[in-house]
């Protein structure tokens, strides 16, 4: 095991959470009131870990880079939330859930930790519920569910295509009764530049107010980094523009393994890129795929017509089209896993059968499912012999109402009406599955530091399945860390506050204040977008979809290159002491480039395919991802040694005890 | 396109601010409004100015950070919409573009274009919520059947993204249609009940005291929403504020 220890309790899977939460170490409410605990980030994991902690009774501190917590990007999450409450008498269960779970991330995360986001995952809905999240509810009264790629139940619950959105202003609320009792003080535009360690154990941050440009120490006795995902690495995903990695890398710097950061997800159904302004990329909800058919033109004429604007997509027939889906996985068909629709995709594309001016889209048709329902409705309705523009305009309205918000984002972005012609779509970066690699209790290789949600890359594997970033971010919040960090701060009942004048604190905003100066000080005259649209494009092409030897040795030198010429000539323009968008921008592209260089290298290293990690040398001869369990059913765990070229591999071995390993099949 | 920009340009909260002539060329239909921003931004630091600064995050018109007045209309011209969401192609070769902040008394100017919201959030903290504590076994989710139409007509209200459009397009500077948002999803839900009245008293009480305008329901509000809020929240609102007040 090395000097990873995973602390995976012992007995039973069903059992080991609730073993674990007998045994470990509480602290006692009186005691509660003694302890400070840090939170950066407050999204679905940071704001519901900072509302439980704060009704615990710890102190708590919440940090977000937003103007208001409620901005976080879980808020842009559309589809929905998982959870195995099995509501539909559809055969779900905890264990199908988690099965689901390890088979969607292609058996590359831990077992015990997926067991338990599935055990808990039912009581995020009674929890939201009793909130007041607005979840879709049927005639009856009781609630819906909806299905998501890579399973055959329906388990997802939705308020609309805003689940996100109505989840984190749970979590919102929540915090803002704490904030108003006193229990958390809540800083908003400012952004963790360090993490500081006391005697080896993480003790505090530095912080810069963006507002004033402050420097400020912040101490606690343990600290919680809730940061996201890192997908913004390829400037162009489906990010918010703010999303960083730096919080999380900080801590790597300090001690804090990375695990597996070549594990990022292509969500195969967002708006394809329109041009090089192109600032962001825009999802498409994957619950679009309950009803939406992909397709290309069968013959590359067609295609090609289409793409010069000679033909319609709508003048060619059934037998003209190409549902390849359909066609190759005819078992899950359109809702096979988002890696597998998504390779698909650009297999098609790079074909030559791609249907938009670059060549880079497929179409995602809905005409089916609206004469599907609009008879369905004419039936139900009692007419008799509906023509087919009756039926069209019936089933038109039901999709409206089950997508509207969706059909609107897409008509306003691309100006067409996908009610009428089919969507465009195109894969792009959505969620990190990799990141600060954490025990069964989330806490990072340091003592004292934490990682929830998908700044931690404990439940995905390599692959995460639709709708459960909400379940994990929220059981890791609510349900996961409250209880686990009692068992560390337990030593800390008698320490009494932690002093922010310490030498520790001193080297600490000594290191934050010398690089912001060396940031400032560059003499060149490009931008750090420039620099930023420049590795962004290195990332997508050699470290996207699919990677091999060749481009991903290539892509470790022209990042190491970037990263040099950055360091030397970003131009920065007004000044570190007030507002600076450019500064906080460059500080956490900086990171970026240290992150995306053991990025490739982690891709290098893992000479097989599974999940969102696809490398070219490792296929079978139809094209699907080859894995090998023999020599990389191992996490990587990356320690930080100055560059990243110097970091070093640590493997904590994945142990199935409760599921055989096998070959992920959607056929 | 070529387009004739007029930007407020504000050093800090305590700096007297101006209107600032810029003309970008180049500018693509298919750009976003945001985007043709960036450009301009991107042309300035080559010149060694400095950039303009605006609040944006997701993009996607749904985290509620963007705020620009353009033409004088919150989030531009397009209805439904917030600004990250406007095309360019609602505007035209050789037009002039104002661009401001939210103007408003709560919510000063931080920098530029980006204005200090917090006033939201302190009203969402007096009382935007249910108080329930993380415990892991309330009761179950489907224990409370909600008719259908309550429910969708809860999400309805709980859609606000708290963008400040409302305040931005009324005369008075009014909170109440972002207030009234919250207030009506937990007046309608069955768990919102308990504490029903302190809630929409506390809450337009703090609303009041960040020195929000009053409301003469002129409408402006419901028609610059990105998010289509309606009025009828305000006299939900109105209501459980009377019938708080008559319990006392």
Redesign the interface.
Known sequence: MGVLDSKIPSGPLADKWTKHKNEIDLVNPANKRNIDIIIVGTGLAGG?AA??LA?LGYNVKTFCY??????A?S??AQGGVNAA?N?QGDGDSVYRLFYDTVKGGDYRSRESNVYRLAE?S??I????????V??????????DNRSFGGVLVSRTFY??G?TG??LL?GA???M??Q??RGKIK?Y?RHEMLDLVLVDGKARGIIARNL?TGEIERHSAHAVVLATGGYGNLFFLS?Y???ANVMAAWRAHRRGAFFANPCFTQIHPTCIPV??D????L??MSESLRNDGRIWVPKRKEDAIAIREGKLKPIQLSEEERDYYLERRYPAFGNLVPRDVASRAAKERCDAGFGVNKTGEAVFLDFASAIMRYGKEKALTSGMKDPDNNTIRELGEKIVEAKYGNLF??YE??V?ANPYKTPMMIYPAVHYTMGGLWVDYNLQTTIPGCYAAGEANFSDHGANRLGASALMQGLADG??VL?YTIGDYLSDDIRTGAIPTDSPEFDAAEKDVRDRMEKLMSGTG?H?V?YYHKKLGKIMWNKCGMSRNEKDLKEAIKEIAELRKDFWENV?I??SPD??N??LEKAGRVADFLELGELFAKDALERKESCGGHFREEYQTPEGEALRDDENFKFVSAWEYKGEPSAAKLHKEDLVYENIKLKTRSYK | MKLYLKIWRQ??ASAKGQMVDYTLDGV?S???F??ML??LN?E???K????I?F???????????CSLQINGRPHGP?T??TVC?L?M?SFNDGDEIVIEPWRAKAFPV??DL?V???A??RI???G???????????????A?????HI??T??DA??C??CGACVAACKNASAMLFTSAKVS??AL?P??QVEAADRVQNMVRQMDLEGFGNCTNTGACEIECPKGISLENIARMNREYFSASLKG
């Open positions: 519901s509302a439980t009704e937003q103007d208001s917590p409620r901005r990007h808020i842009a409450k509501y808990v039912s009581n809905i009674d929890q939201c519920v009793a909130q007041g607005p979840f879709a509810r049927e005639y009856g009264g009781l609630l308020a609309k805003q959105q109505q202003l919102y609320g929540a803002n009764r904030i108003q809540s908003t507002v489906t918010a523009m703010g329109s041009g302004h192109q600032s962001k825009t999802l609107q984002m306003k972005i100006d609510y349900f409250p005259i931008s977008d131009k323009p007004g007030s507002k968008q450019e | 050093k800090d693509e298919d750009m976003s945001l985007e960036d450009i991107e300035l630091i080559s060694g100015e400095e950039p600064e609040d944006h995050d997701c993009r996607e018109g749904i985290c509620g950070t397009d439904m919409i969401q095309h192609r931080i920098k980006i200090d919201r917090t939201f959030d969402q903290q007096a935007g919520y249910i108080s329930v504590n993380t415990s892991g076994r309330p009761v179950d989710a489907n409370i059947p909600i008719e259908k429910a969708d809860a999400m709980a859609t993204i708290g999803q937990f839900l768990q919102g």
